[in-house]
Protein backbone atom coordinates (compact mmCIF):
# COMPACT_ATOMS: atom_id res chain seq x y z
CA UNK A 1 0.00 0.00 0.00
CA UNK A 2 1.48 3.42 -0.72
CA UNK A 3 2.80 5.99 1.72
CA UNK A 4 3.19 9.72 1.22
CA UNK A 5 5.32 11.24 4.35
CA UNK A 6 5.48 15.07 4.14
CA UNK A 7 8.09 16.81 6.30
CA UNK A 8 7.07 18.22 9.82
CA UNK A 9 6.21 22.03 10.04
CA UNK A 10 7.76 25.02 8.14
CA UNK A 11 7.41 28.74 9.40
CA UNK A 12 8.89 31.65 6.66
CA UNK A 13 8.76 34.99 6.64
CA UNK A 14 6.75 36.70 3.34
CA UNK A 15 9.13 36.83 -0.02
CA UNK A 16 11.11 33.42 1.34
CA UNK A 17 10.62 30.38 -1.08
CA UNK A 18 8.58 27.47 0.22
CA UNK A 19 10.37 24.12 -0.93
CA UNK A 20 8.36 20.88 0.43
CA UNK A 21 9.14 17.42 -0.46
CA UNK A 22 7.12 14.50 -0.28
CA UNK A 23 8.75 10.60 0.11
CA UNK A 24 6.61 7.92 -1.39
CA UNK A 25 6.77 4.34 -0.04
CA UNK A 26 5.37 1.23 -1.72
CA UNK A 27 4.97 2.65 -5.33
CA UNK A 28 7.37 4.07 -7.57
CA UNK A 29 7.04 7.59 -8.69
CA UNK A 30 8.34 6.42 -11.92
CA UNK A 31 5.32 4.64 -12.48
CA UNK A 32 3.14 6.04 -15.49
CA UNK A 33 -0.05 5.18 -14.09
CA UNK A 34 0.11 7.49 -11.66
CA UNK A 35 0.52 11.38 -11.46
CA UNK A 36 1.92 12.39 -8.10
CA UNK A 37 0.10 16.06 -7.04
CA UNK A 38 -0.12 18.83 -4.14
CA UNK A 39 -3.24 20.37 -2.65
CA UNK A 40 -3.23 23.22 0.23
CA UNK A 41 -5.78 23.71 2.36
CA UNK A 42 -5.98 27.23 4.71
CA UNK A 43 -7.39 27.47 8.21
CA UNK A 44 -10.99 26.60 7.99
CA UNK A 45 -11.11 26.86 4.59
CA UNK A 46 -11.71 24.72 1.25
CA UNK A 47 -9.36 22.42 -0.43
CA UNK A 48 -7.20 24.11 -3.68
CA UNK A 49 -5.13 21.92 -6.03
CA UNK A 50 -2.00 23.23 -6.95
CA UNK A 51 -0.61 20.75 -9.07
CA UNK A 52 0.76 17.72 -10.36
CA UNK A 53 3.72 16.22 -12.00
CA UNK A 54 3.46 12.96 -14.16
CA UNK A 55 6.85 10.12 -14.40
CA UNK A 56 7.74 11.95 -18.10
CA UNK A 57 8.45 15.07 -15.98
CA UNK A 58 5.29 16.50 -17.45
CA UNK A 59 3.15 19.24 -14.96
CA UNK A 60 0.29 20.81 -14.66
CA UNK A 61 -0.07 23.72 -12.51
CA UNK A 62 -3.32 25.85 -11.23
CA UNK A 63 -2.89 29.27 -13.28
CA UNK A 64 -3.56 31.09 -9.99
CA UNK A 65 0.44 29.84 -8.87
CA UNK A 66 2.29 29.29 -11.96
CA UNK A 67 4.37 32.19 -11.92
CA UNK A 68 5.89 31.50 -8.63
CA UNK A 69 5.41 27.50 -8.85
CA UNK A 70 8.13 24.07 -9.59
CA UNK A 71 7.41 20.84 -9.32
CA UNK A 72 9.56 18.39 -9.58
CA UNK A 73 10.60 14.99 -9.68
CA UNK A 74 13.69 12.69 -8.17
CA UNK A 75 13.09 9.34 -9.00
CA UNK A 76 16.13 8.18 -7.37
CA UNK A 77 15.11 9.03 -3.82
CA UNK A 78 11.04 8.30 -5.26
CA UNK A 79 10.41 11.61 -4.30
CA UNK A 80 8.69 14.48 -5.64
CA UNK A 81 8.97 18.64 -4.46
CA UNK A 82 7.01 21.71 -4.72
CA UNK A 83 8.64 24.89 -4.63
CA UNK A 84 7.03 28.30 -4.07
CA UNK A 85 8.37 31.47 -4.52
CA UNK A 86 8.09 34.74 -2.63
CA UNK A 87 5.07 33.62 -0.24
CA UNK A 88 2.73 35.57 1.65
CA UNK A 89 0.60 35.23 4.76
CA UNK A 90 -2.54 33.94 1.80
CA UNK A 91 -0.09 30.53 1.33
CA UNK A 92 0.04 29.99 4.86
CA UNK A 93 -2.13 26.31 4.84
CA UNK A 94 -1.68 22.55 5.23
CA UNK A 95 0.21 21.61 2.24
CA UNK A 96 -0.78 17.77 1.39
CA UNK A 97 0.88 15.67 -1.27
CA UNK A 98 -1.10 13.45 -2.77
CA UNK A 99 -1.14 10.30 -5.93
CA UNK A 100 -3.49 10.97 -8.44
CA UNK A 101 -5.52 7.98 -10.18
CA UNK A 102 -7.15 7.16 -13.40
CA UNK A 103 -9.96 5.27 -13.48
CA UNK A 104 -12.61 6.51 -15.78
CA UNK A 105 -11.67 9.73 -14.20
CA UNK A 106 -8.67 11.21 -12.43
CA UNK A 107 -9.20 11.04 -8.48
CA UNK A 108 -6.90 11.71 -5.77
CA UNK A 109 -7.12 8.32 -3.94
CA UNK A 110 -3.85 8.70 -1.41
CA UNK A 111 -2.61 11.72 1.14
CA UNK A 112 0.12 12.74 2.87
CA UNK A 113 -1.05 13.45 6.57
CA UNK A 114 -0.19 17.04 5.54
CA UNK A 115 1.79 19.68 6.80
CA UNK A 116 1.53 22.89 8.11
CA UNK A 117 3.07 26.10 6.16
CA UNK A 118 2.84 29.47 8.51
CA UNK A 119 3.98 32.87 6.78
CA UNK A 120 4.37 35.33 8.99
CA UNK A 121 6.92 38.50 9.74
CA UNK B 1 -12.15 27.72 -14.10
CA UNK B 2 -14.79 25.10 -13.00
CA UNK B 3 -16.93 26.29 -10.07
CA UNK B 4 -18.54 23.96 -7.50
CA UNK B 5 -21.16 24.93 -5.64
CA UNK B 6 -22.14 22.36 -2.73
CA UNK B 7 -25.31 22.14 -1.13
CA UNK B 8 -26.00 22.38 1.74
CA UNK B 9 -22.92 24.28 3.32
CA UNK B 10 -23.95 22.09 6.79
CA UNK B 11 -26.43 20.00 7.79
CA UNK B 12 -27.60 18.26 11.02
CA UNK B 13 -28.64 14.65 11.54
CA UNK B 14 -29.02 11.35 13.44
CA UNK B 15 -27.36 8.03 13.78
CA UNK B 16 -29.26 6.12 10.97
CA UNK B 17 -30.44 9.19 8.88
CA UNK B 18 -30.49 8.75 5.22
CA UNK B 19 -28.37 12.31 4.00
CA UNK B 20 -27.93 13.58 1.10
CA UNK B 21 -24.94 16.30 -0.23
CA UNK B 22 -25.48 17.86 -4.04
CA UNK B 23 -22.84 19.63 -5.95
CA UNK B 24 -23.26 21.61 -9.02
CA UNK B 25 -20.62 22.11 -11.49
CA UNK B 26 -20.58 26.12 -13.63
CA UNK B 27 -21.04 23.74 -16.77
CA UNK B 28 -21.25 20.63 -18.03
CA UNK B 29 -18.15 18.09 -16.10
CA UNK B 30 -19.75 15.12 -17.89
CA UNK B 31 -18.95 12.37 -15.00
CA UNK B 32 -15.77 13.25 -13.97
CA UNK B 33 -16.74 14.48 -9.94
CA UNK B 34 -15.50 12.59 -7.28
CA UNK B 35 -16.33 12.79 -3.63
CA UNK B 36 -14.22 13.13 -0.24
CA UNK B 37 -14.67 12.89 3.01
CA UNK B 38 -12.32 14.97 5.64
CA UNK B 39 -12.59 13.97 9.39
CA UNK B 40 -11.10 16.74 11.39
CA UNK B 41 -6.92 16.67 11.83
CA UNK B 42 -7.07 14.55 8.74
CA UNK B 43 -6.35 14.25 5.43
CA UNK B 44 -9.51 14.07 2.68
CA UNK B 45 -10.66 10.32 1.82
CA UNK B 46 -11.55 9.18 -1.76
CA UNK B 47 -15.32 7.72 -1.36
CA UNK B 48 -16.85 8.24 -4.66
CA UNK B 49 -14.72 8.54 -8.16
CA UNK B 50 -16.15 9.35 -11.66
CA UNK B 51 -19.36 10.38 -9.93
CA UNK B 52 -20.60 6.88 -9.26
CA UNK B 53 -17.71 4.39 -8.60
CA UNK B 54 -17.17 3.40 -5.09
CA UNK B 55 -14.04 3.33 -3.90
CA UNK B 56 -12.20 0.14 -3.07
CA UNK B 57 -12.70 -0.23 1.02
CA UNK B 58 -15.44 2.26 0.97
CA UNK B 59 -18.48 1.16 2.61
CA UNK B 60 -21.23 0.73 0.28
CA UNK B 61 -23.75 3.13 2.32
CA UNK B 62 -21.64 5.88 0.33
CA UNK B 63 -23.54 6.38 -3.16
CA UNK B 64 -22.72 8.75 -5.91
CA UNK B 65 -25.14 9.48 -8.44
CA UNK B 66 -25.42 12.10 -11.22
CA UNK B 67 -23.79 13.55 -14.67
CA UNK B 68 -23.88 17.07 -16.75
CA UNK B 69 -23.69 19.51 -13.93
CA UNK B 70 -25.40 18.39 -10.96
CA UNK B 71 -24.61 15.61 -8.77
CA UNK B 72 -25.65 14.14 -5.69
CA UNK B 73 -23.94 11.92 -2.41
CA UNK B 74 -26.20 9.87 -0.57
CA UNK B 75 -25.11 8.26 2.92
CA UNK B 76 -27.93 5.49 3.42
CA UNK B 77 -27.18 5.12 7.13
CA UNK B 78 -24.86 7.83 9.01
CA UNK B 79 -22.35 6.09 11.24
CA UNK B 80 -20.59 8.12 14.03
CA UNK B 81 -17.72 8.05 11.44
CA UNK B 82 -19.02 9.82 9.24
CA UNK B 83 -19.74 12.98 10.95
CA UNK B 84 -17.21 14.96 9.11
CA UNK B 85 -16.73 17.26 6.01
CA UNK B 86 -17.44 16.17 2.72
CA UNK B 87 -16.01 17.55 -0.79
CA UNK B 88 -16.79 17.34 -4.16
CA UNK B 89 -14.09 18.03 -6.94
CA UNK B 90 -14.05 18.30 -10.43
CA UNK B 91 -11.81 16.58 -12.53
CA UNK B 92 -13.08 17.51 -16.41
CA UNK B 93 -10.65 20.77 -16.89
CA UNK B 94 -7.12 21.78 -15.23
CA UNK B 95 -7.08 23.33 -12.20
CA UNK B 96 -8.55 20.93 -10.74
CA UNK B 97 -11.31 22.25 -8.47
CA UNK B 98 -13.54 21.88 -4.91
CA UNK B 99 -16.50 22.70 -3.83
CA UNK B 100 -16.63 24.67 -0.36
CA UNK B 101 -17.93 21.24 1.88
CA UNK B 102 -20.34 19.85 3.51
CA UNK B 103 -19.79 19.74 7.26
CA UNK B 104 -22.56 17.14 8.48
CA UNK B 105 -23.01 17.41 12.20
CA UNK B 106 -24.78 15.19 14.91
CA UNK B 107 -27.84 16.41 15.92
Known amino acids: QVQLQEPGPRLLKPSQTLSLTCTVS??????????WSWIRQSAGKGLDWIGR???????NYNPSLQSRLTISLDTSKNQFSLRLTSVTAADTAVYYC?????????????WGQGTLVTVSS | DFQMTQSPSSLSASVGDRVTITCRAS??????LNWYRQKPGKAPELLIY???SLQSGVPSRFSGSGSGIDFTLTISSLQPEDFATYYC?????????FGQGTKVEIK
Open chain 1, 98 to 110: ARENYLRAYHIDS
Open chain 1, 26 to 35: GDSISSTTYY
Open chain 1, 53 to 59: IYASGDT
Open chain 2, 27 to 32: QTIIMY
Open chain 2, 50 to 52: AAS
Open chain 2, 89 to 97: QQTYGTPWT
